[in-house]
């Protein structure tokens, strides 16, 4: 009986000792967090945590990924924590990611935390030759990397060999070229200098806008088999699904953009596509690599298609109270112009009604001034006498009424002068009104990622430029020739960057040692003496049918 109360009491001490937390160590692009978390908590209650952290609100692009028996895996939101098949020993460590690329960085990522976390996360994609960059363009995206460092470029300060210590090329891009380090950072420093002026985010988004045209910038491959049982890739990414062959990863043999697929499914090792055009039958492929499937990808392609849908119906909602504001603005800049207007007439009435008083007042005094006279008059016969009274009491009547007269018009002016300070009310009322939707426009706009869509999310331009309803100054074609004006500028600026990486290409070209180039540096020179870009490659591939492509696809 003792033996069985002990047993009892030692169990339930044991439930009590056991913990109700675990550590956590979060590791970011540049730092690490330790966290307190409690068993129960979901992969959403650590996220939404982190996130708060570290003051994130554009959270859709992220996700907290952990490594398991050398492979990689994402933390589910709907799942507890310690119910993944994480370490066991603490703290248990979970990598804080972007887990999907904006199409359009600019239009799109609207956090400069946002922004700062992507750079550094593309940045060391790119020096860790996950995504491919021909030489020119790692001078260039180092000179940004250099900038939003160091600063504006100062020749007192940056001396000879102050980027020494620095990584900033691909190990491939210095192989390839009989350069020491210090023509290297001769010709980063020529492309440096000609950044001053730039802020760290403005250089952080300059390198960004010109990653994101590199071939396999936000693609994310997986290896399938068609039903012939060939050996391919697939790219996922923010324009659609691409199939590669695995030796070239540049160039897609065949593309499918979103807007062309109605579902995709899942079951065991096989992916069911669905095309839009419910005319076309679907198309499979397997993976190889179960282990993978369940850990990563079992619902991660369809979770894209659905983040895409989404999208779309946000995007035509912001469309569509864009356009309210826009006519809220207009409806308020209306009543605004009638408000100056009728305050102007209200004004002008009311200085004639109080002129208008001022004269009635003068003509009363004179009145009662005759009245004065009359009566100090010797009247000598009683005819004259009543005669007199007679006109004594008309001017008395006259100076009352003329008093009367005198009274309403001064009211008359105080109405006008209150009815005046009313619109003016009003006025100020419609231009506080116009503030706010001129606000509230530049807020919607900057939020369209705020709804900004995820990495692999089709980029809808609504997010970058921030609206500004000026109607007294700016018409609809003033607005088109600064748009005109920017599209200009843009396309010298692009001319002028191609022109710069083409001179330096030309430059360094002679340095090359040929028999060290890889296979990707080969399919890039290719590409690019075809004319060849990533998007033109793409769009290229589309112009044949839905059901053309999916019949090739089963045939390769």
Same mark, same amino acid.
């Given at each position: 009986?003792? &033996? ?38 979901? &992969? ?6 982190? $996130?708060?952290?570290? +003051? *994130? ?49 600019? %239009?799109? !990522? ?22 491919? $960059? ?59 200098? /000609? ?33 012939? +049982? ?9 324009? &659609? ?75 035509? %909602? ?40 001022? *004269? ?21 016969? %009683? ?50 009104? !116009? ?53 200009? /500028? ?12 083409? #001179?330096?290409?030309? %430059? ?34 589309? !112009? ?10 089963? #045939?390769?």
């Amino acid at each position: 009986m003792a &033996g069985a109360i002990a047993s009892r009491m030692s169990f339930s001490s044991l439930k009590r000792k056991q913990p109700k937390t675990f550590t956590v160590r979060i590791a970011t692009m540049d730092a690490e967090m330790e966290f307190s978390c409690e068993v129960k908590w979901k &992969g959403k209650d650590l996220f939404d945590l982190v $996130c708060r952290t570290l +003051g *994130l609100r554009e959270t859709w692009f992220f996700g907290l990924q952990y490594t398991i028996k050398d492979t990689v895996a994402w933390l589910k939101m709907d799942k507890k924590v310690l119910d993944h098949d994480v370490p066991t020993e603490e703290p248990v460590t979970f990598h804080f990611l972007a887990k999907f690329y904006p199409e359009n960085a600019e %239009e799109e !990522l609207v956090q400069e935390i946002t922004q700062h976390l992507f750079f550094l996360q593309v940045k060391k994609q790119i020096l860790d030759e996950k995504i491919y $960059c021909p030489p020119e363009a790692s001078v260039l995206l180092a000179s940004y990397a250099v900038q939003a460092k160091y600063g504006d470029y100062d020749p007192n300060v940056h001396k000879r060999g102050f980027l020494a210590q620095e990584e900033l090329l691909p190990k491939r891009v210095i192989n390839l070229y009989q350069m020491t380090p210090e023509m290297w950072e001769e010709r980063i420093t020529a492309w440096y200098a /000609e950044h001053r002026g730039r802020a760290r985010d403005e250089a952080e988004m300059e390198y960004l806008k010109i990653a994101q045209d590199l071939e396999m910038y936000g693609v994310n491959y997986f290896a399938i088999r068609n039903k012939k +049982g060939t050996e391919l890739l697939l790219g996922v990414d923010a324009l &659609g699904l691409h199939i590669y062959d695995p030796d070239n990863r540049l160039t897609p043999k065949i593309s499918f953009p979103w807007n062309e697929i109605r579902n995709i499914s899942y079951s065991d090792k096989e992916f069911t596509i669905k095309p839009l055009d419910k005319k076309i039958d679907v198309f499979k492929f397997n993976s190889s690599k179960l282990r993978v499937n369940k850990l990563m990808e079992r619902q991660r392609l369809a979770r894209e298609k659905q983040m895409r849908e989404e999208a779309e119906r946000t995007r035509d %909602e912001l469309e569509r109270r864009l356009m309210q504001l826009k006519e809220e603005a207009t409806m308020a800049n209306e009543a605004l112009m009638r408000s100056e207007e009728t305050a102007d007439l209200l004004a002008e009435k009311a200085q004639i009604t109080e002129e208008e008083a001022k *004269l009635l007042a003068q003509k009363a005094a004179e009145a009662e001034q005759e009245m004065q006279r009359i009566k100090a008059t010797a009247i000598r016969t %009683e005819e004259e006498k009543r005669l007199m009274e007679q006109k004594v009491l008309e001017a008395e009547m006259l100076a009352l009424k003329m008093a009367e007269e005198s009274e309403r018009r001064a009211k008359e002016a105080d109405q006008l002068k209150q009815d005046l300070q009313e619109a003016r009310e009003s006025e100020r009322r419609a231009k506080q009104k !116009l503030l706010e939707i001129t606000s509230k426009s530049s807020y919607t706009s900057m939020n369209s990622s705020t709804t900004a869509l995820p990495t692999d999310l089709p980029s809808f331009n609504l997010i970058n430029e921030s609206l500004s309803f000026d109607f007294k100054d700016t018409d609809m074609k003033r607005l088109s020739m600064e748009i005109e004006k920017e599209k200009v /500028e843009y396309m010298e600026k692009s001319k002028h960057l191609q022109e710069q990486l083409n #001179e330096l290409k030309t %430059e360094i070209e002679a340095l090359k040692l040929k028999e060290r180039e890889t296979a990707l540096d080969i399919l890039h020179n290719e590409n690019a003496s075809r004319g060849n870009s990533k998007h033109n490659t793409i769009k290229k591939l589309t !112009l044949q049918s839905t059901k053309s492509r999916v019949a090739f696809f089963e #045939e390769l």
